[in-house]
T-cell receptor, first 116, second 114 residues
Framework: DSGVTQTPKHLITATGQRVTLRCSPRSGDLSVYWYQQSLDQGLQFLIQYYNGEERAKGNILERFSAQQFPDLHSELNLSSLELGDSALYFC???????????????FGEGSWLTVV | ELKVEQNPLFLSMQEGKNYTIYCNYS?????LYWYRQDPGKSLESLFVLLSNGAVKQEGRLMASLDTKARLSTLHITAAVHDLSATYFCAVDMSGSNSGYALNFGKGTSLLVTP
């Protein structure tokens, strides 16, 4: 158990709908990351938040958005869903600045999203 | 754009044999990660390599990093069936002091057979 908690574990929804994926980082970790894993695109970095602020952005679609709340949990919002959005969405977390040099990034179990 | 290439992408090996997975990346980075993923499961951190010449070992797995050649290797010694999984290398592309943006390779699917 990495200590990173994601909900829901599985989600089936229709095209055009909107879903929210939730992530609780490991205790004490300030950074939260979102990744998408699909068969055709592999593992792709979407976005990173550090202590509530967006710090890095990857291949995140405009239909997707995220935020990190004061209690450090994060949500990834996916809207106007398309079939191609079906994927495994991972949240990961890592520690603060002082831990950077030895920092490991811990991944949650993922949220399986199926768009039908 | 940072590219991370792993080879081979598929590897079938016999128990007891040795093999090496290679990870090449296209731009400089000060850290490289190796992860293991079992089917349908999360990513398990294996190694974090932080400097040129870094070598880390855990059980039958040993990882090394050559930043000048932009190459990391994951060496498997005397493979056992439990090592069957997909192995990913990932390179930090952020250059940030407040986190990491990992660019993953496509993964190497390893199958260890009797």
């Amino acid at each position: 158990d990495s200590g990173v908690t994601q909900t829901p574990k599985h989600l089936i929804t229709a095209t055009g709908q909107r879903v929210t994926l939730r992530c609780s980082p490991r205790s004490g970790d300030l950074s939260v990351y979102w990744y998408q894993q699909s068969l055709d695109q592999g593992l792709q970095f979407l976005i990173q938040y550090y202590n509530g602020e967006e710090r890095a952005k990857g291949n995140i679609l405009e239909r997707f958005s995220a935020q990190q709340f004061p209690d450090l949990h994060s949500e990834l919002n996916l809207s106007s869903l398309e079939l191609g959005d079906s994927a495994l969405y991972f949240c990961a977390s890592s520690g603060g600045l002082r831990q950077r040099l030895t920092n490991t990034i811990y991944f949650g179990e993922g949220s399986w999203l199926t768009v039908v | 754009e940072l590219k991370v290439e792993q080879n081979p992408l598929f590897l079938s090996m016999q128990e007891g044999k040795n093999y090496t997975i290679y990870c090449n990346y296209s731009t400089t980075s000060d850290r490289l990660y190796w992860y293991r993923q079992d089917p349908g499961k999360s990513l398990e951190s294996l190694f974090v390599l932080l400097s040129n010449g870094a070598v880390k070992q855990e059980g039958r797995l040993m990882a090394s990093l050559d930043t000048k050649a932009r190459l990391s290797t994951l060496h498997i010694t005397a493979a056992v069936h439990d090592l069957s999984a997909t192995y990913f290398c990932a390179v930090d592309m952020s250059g940030s002091n407040s986190g990491y943006a990992l660019n993953f390779g496509k993964g190497t699917s390893l199958l260890v057979t009797p």
